[in-house]
């Protein structure tokens, strides 16, 4: 019930196109659900997070859809650059508990 | 921009031996974190630090592990008896509310 599951594993996208990687929970006292980006030999950084009382925020190029009934959320990556090559991986955590549950992160590659 | 700094980048050490990674988190956040990643895999929750106490540990933060926050602006993680499967980039992440917080790079502990 803890768990977040993330597909794909990895993507390959054309530069200008659209990424899109999926997560699914089962728990729904989960109430959080940042997504974070990690390039090589970094820590994961905070790309952008939603609260299940909206279906949908866009920060830039990055776009979070929210399904609650579905207990589902993704990222979209609008205009994918070659920049944004990384690993991108979901998160959920409860208020009061503060513990993130990491997917298993989707390795995004932009071909130039 | 204020960043979770981690020390030592990278840390080599015999199976059996003690190490201890240090964090200097954010200057103004009261909660703190360790979280674990081994190699090619979903980034896991360790521990939550608050208020100077274990706000919550998982499974694997057994009593090989400790925590502390020895001068108000470090936070260590030890491990008292180091085994091969410890082998793991450590990140330590701090954070002004429970909510969204920011990671460091990280500590890459190879255990030998």
């Known amino acids: 019930q803890q768990q977040v599951k993330q597909s794909p594993q990895s993507l390959i996208v054309q530069k200008g196109g659209i990424s899109i990687i999926n997560c699914a929970y089962e728990n729904t006292a989960f109430d959080y659900f940042p997504w974070y980006q990690q390039f090589p030999g970094k820590g994961p950084a905070l790309l952008i997070a939603i609260r299940p009382d909206v279906s949908e925020k866009k920060e830039g190029r990055f776009t979070i859809s929210f399904n609650k009934s579905a207990k589902q959320f993704s990222l979209h990556i609008m205009d994918s650059q070659p920049g944004d090559s990384a690993t991108y991986f979901c998160?959920?955590?409860?208020?009061?508990?503060?513990?993130?549950?990491f997917g298993t992160g989707t390795r995004l590659k932009v071909l130039a | 921009e204020p960043e979770v700094t981690q020390t030592p980048s990278h840390q080599v050490t015999q199976m059996g031996q003690e190490v201890i990674l240090r964090c200097v988190p954010i200057s103004n956040h009261l909660y703190f974190y360790w979280y674990r990643q081994i190699l090619g895999q979903k980034v896991e929750f360790l521990v939550s630090?608050?208020?100077?106490?274990?706000?919550?540990k998982s499974e694997i933060f057994d009593d090989q592990f400790s925590v502390e926050r020895p001068d108000g602006s470090n936070f260590t993680l030890k491990i008292r008896s180091t085994k091969l499967e410890d082998s793991a980039m450590y990140f330590c992440?701090?954070?002004?509310?429970?909510?969204?917080?920011?990671f460091g790079s990280g500590t890459r502990l190879t255990v030998v």
């Open positions: 992440a701090s954070g002004s509310t429970g909510g969204s917080y920011t």
């Open positions: 630090f608050y208020n100077n106490e274990i706000s919550e």
């Open positions: 998160a959920a955590s409860i208020s009061g508990t503060y513990k993130y549950i």
